[in-house]
């Protein structure tokens, strides 16, 4: 398994920007594809987003395209969650996950390794 750590939430005013990052540690990292997810209160986690284990491919829900930008860096073992033009509704928690298995990218059920989360809280 992977393990995985979370930094760089914060409070941020509406349309401000923050830049996730997740540090993994374990053998099997750079053949994860890793994800973002988030969890706001009273509600379903939900994917935000999505990459593979080159980079070569990255998927995002609808509500972030534009917006967020995921990234890795192999060599760091991090994976990074860019997020601009913040707004209220993208007050959450943000977990990152790690993905060495089949299934589908967009379900909780798909990834094996999660991290503990990082609050992110935009005021209007």
């Known amino acids: 398994q992977v393990q995985l750590v979370e930094s760089g939430g914060g409070l941020v005013q509406a349309g401000g920007s923050l830049r996730l990052s997740c540090a993994a540690s374990?053998?099997?990292?750079?053949?994860?594809?890793m994800g973002w997810f988030r969890q706001a209160p009273g509600r379903e986690r939900e994917f935000v987003a999505h990459?593979?284990?080159?980079?070569?491919?990255?998927y995002y829900t609808d509500s972030v395209k534009g917006r967020f930008t995921i990234s890795r860096d192999n060599a760091k073992n991090t994976v990074y969650l860019q997020m601009n033009s913040l707004k209220p509704e993208d007050t959450a928690v943000y977990y990152c996950?790690?993905?060495?298995?089949?299934?589908?990218?967009?379900?909780?059920?798909?990834?094996?390794?999660w991290g503990q989360g990082t609050q992110v809280t935009v005021s209007s």
């Open positions: 996950a790690a993905k060495t298995s089949g299934g589908s990218i967009y379900y909780t059920e798909g990834y094996d390794s």
């Open positions: 374990g053998r099997t990292f750079s053949n994860s594809r």
């Open positions: 990459i593979s284990w080159s980079a070569s491919l990255t």
